[in-house]
């Protein structure tokens, strides 16, 4: 590994303690952290807080690491955290950051800090989208030869905005503007996302280099199986925040319309924003449908890999995780047939347009008469999935 200085942003997985699982954006900036504090090149850790920005060295990052795994407990808050008011997690965490920090400053002082505690020619690395803006991206002006380079996930918001909630698309607008002003480079997770980067930032008059670098597919460890009523026969399993984007709608119509020769489907995943018809329908308690919430990722694991099937009718997205880490565990996937989804996916799904009921219906149909957990060398071996040494090495040659 080269032993260029870089220094990777962690805001968002410190404003993530204490809020439950990990989302995939989450566990992409934990991916870093990890490979990172396992390398021996030098490494900063930069983390904006509610009382500004602190700098943490390899040995304060490797000590975050251990508590955002649990392998060492978060302190107690200090009098700034108490003060401030904020939730106990996000207070113990701060407190934390700045006990172990190497520098920090109030944020309009950024630059300023950045200037005199790291060295020239410093990388920074933003994976997280978040702690995006002019502000923050302009202070790395002040390192001499330093390089900004950011991650982005997808453009959905700006894509599909009538899946956000009021207020967010303006906000996204703003932090994808300020990385096509400040950014040396994009590092996009699909081509899929490169080509809408490109198409959003050549809007706004800005031409940055991009590159695809595919994030890894870790494949969980199953645990134990959740204690869910009804899981005593076939059933199905959709993973994701039930919101607008992730079109569960489409599975309760289904299930209706099975009626009586329904499997089971688990729901599994918090309840979002602007979906209040789904939200009544699962308050029906509809027939044969479970709604799960809070696994962790053992237990959802577990539910994946005995599951007849995994569904994945999505409208948008910037890479498709739940389904490649379900093929991973050899459980078919039936998705949305997307052209970021083929580009990840290949011929391993099957894929079905979420215009066509008829076709996802007789899909999981096909799927619950072969289904037989109880003999897993009959589930197909996935084909490759992307893998996270591939990814950094993409990355580390780019940026």
């Given at each position: 590994?080269?032993?260029?200085?870089?220094?990777?942003?962690?805001?968002?997985?410190?404003?993530?303690?204490?809020?439950?699982?990990?989302?995939?954006?989450?566990?992409?900036?934990?991916?870093?952290?990890?490979?990172?504090?396992?390398?021996?090149?030098?490494?900063?850790?930069?983390?904006?807080?509610?009382?500004?920005?602190?700098?943490?060295?390899?040995?304060?990052?490797?000590?975050?690491?251990?508590?955002?795994?649990?392998?060492?407990?978060?302190?107690?808050?200090?009098?700034?955290?108490?003060?401030?008011?904020?939730?106990?997690?996000?207070?113990?965490?701060?407190?934390?950051?700045?006990?172990?920090?190497?520098?920090?400053?109030?944020?309009?002082?950024?630059?300023?800090?950045?200037?005199?505690?790291?060295?020239?020619?410093?990388?920074?690395?933003?994976?997280?989208?978040?702690?995006?803006?002019?502000?923050?991206l302009s202070g790395w002006n002040r390192v001499e030869n330093a390089q900004v380079s950011v991650l982005v996930h997808d453009m959905i918001p700006l894509d599909f905005p009538e899946y956000q909630r009021a207020g967010t698309v303006a906000r996204f607008e703003q932090r994808?503007?300020?990385?096509?002003?400040?950014?040396?480079?994009?590092?996009?997770?699909?081509?899929?996302?490169?080509?809408?980067?490109?198409?959003?930032?050549?809007?706004?008059?800005?031409?940055?280099?991009?590159?695809?670098?595919?994030?890894?597919?870790?494949?969980?460890?199953?645990?134990?199986?959740?204690?869910?009523?009804?899981?005593?026969?076939?059933?199905?399993?959709?993973?994701?925040?039930?919101?607008?984007?992730?079109?569960?709608?489409?599975?309760?119509?289904?299930?209706?319309?099975?009626?009586?020769?329904?499997?089971?489907?688990?729901?599994?995943?918090?309840?979002?924003?602007?979906?209040?018809?789904?939200?009544?329908?699962?308050?029906?308690?509809?027939?044969?449908?479970?709604?799960?919430?809070?696994?962790?990722?053992?237990?959802?694991?577990?539910?994946?890999?005995?599951?007849?099937?995994?569904?994945?009718?999505?409208?948008?997205?910037?890479?498709?995780?739940?389904?490649?880490?379900a093929l991973g565990l050899g459980t078919p996937v039936i998705c949305s047939d997307l052209p970021v989804l083929r580009e990840i996916l290949g011929d391993m799904p099957i894929y079905a347009n979420t215009n066509n009921m008829y076709l996802w219906k007789q899909s999981i149909l096909q799927l619950l008469g072969q289904d037989d957990r109880a003999d897993t060398s009959k589930r197909s071996?996935?084909?490759?999935?992307?893998?996270?040494?591939?990814?950094?090495?993409?990355?580390?040659?780019?940026?």
């Amino acid at each position: 590994m080269p032993k260029q200085a870089r220094c990777l942003d962690i805001t968002r997985l410190i404003s993530r303690v204490g809020r439950g699982v990990l989302t995939g954006v989450d566990r992409v900036e934990l991916a870093y952290l990890r490979f990172f504090v396992a390398h021996g090149a030098p490494i900063f850790g930069l983390a904006r807080t509610s009382l500004g920005y602190v700098l943490l060295d390899r040995d304060g990052l490797e000590a975050v690491l251990h508590r955002i795994e649990g392998r060492a407990a978060w302190g107690a808050a200090d009098w700034l955290g108490r003060l401030r008011r904020l939730p106990a997690a996000k207070a113990r965490a701060e407190a934390d950051l700045r006990r172990l920090a190497a520098d920090r400053c109030r944020r309009a002082r950024l630059g300023d800090m950045l200037a005199r505690a790291v060295p020239p020619g410093t990388r920074y690395l933003n994976v997280g989208h978040s702690n995006l803006s002019d502000r923050s991206l302009s202070g790395w002006n002040r390192v001499e030869n330093a390089q900004v380079s950011v991650l982005v996930h997808d453009m959905i918001p700006l894509d599909f905005p009538e899946y956000q909630r009021a207020g967010t698309v303006a906000r996204f607008e703003q932090r994808m503007r300020a990385v096509a002003a400040h950014a040396d480079r994009v590092i996009c997770i699909s081509a899929d996302t490169e080509r809408r980067v490109r198409h959003w930032f050549g809007q706004w008059g800005r031409e940055v280099p991009t590159h695809v670098a595919h994030i890894g597919v870790e494949i969980p460890e199953p645990g134990e199986m959740p204690a869910l009523e009804g899981l005593n026969r076939p059933y199905f399993v959709t993973i994701g925040t039930i919101e607008p984007r992730k079109n569960h709608a489409l599975l309760l119509d289904i299930w209706q319309d099975l009626g009586a020769q329904a499997p089971a489907l688990v729901v599994a995943g918090p309840r979002g924003w602007e979906n209040a018809e789904v939200f009544r329908r699962l308050d029906a308690n509809p027939a044969n449908v479970i709604e799960a919430n809070g696994l962790d990722d053992g237990a959802l694991a577990a539910l994946i890999q005995n599951a007849a099937g995994l569904l994945f009718p999505t409208l948008a997205e910037g890479f498709g995780l739940p389904p490649a880490e379900a093929l991973g565990l050899g459980t078919p996937v039936i998705c949305s047939d997307l052209p970021v989804l083929r580009e990840i996916l290949g011929d391993m799904p099957i894929y079905a347009n979420t215009n066509n009921m008829y076709l996802w219906k007789q899909s999981i149909l096909q799927l619950l008469g072969q289904d037989d957990r109880a003999d897993t060398s009959k589930r197909s071996k996935p084909q490759a999935l992307p893998t996270w040494d591939a990814h950094f090495n993409r990355v580390l040659k780019v940026s």
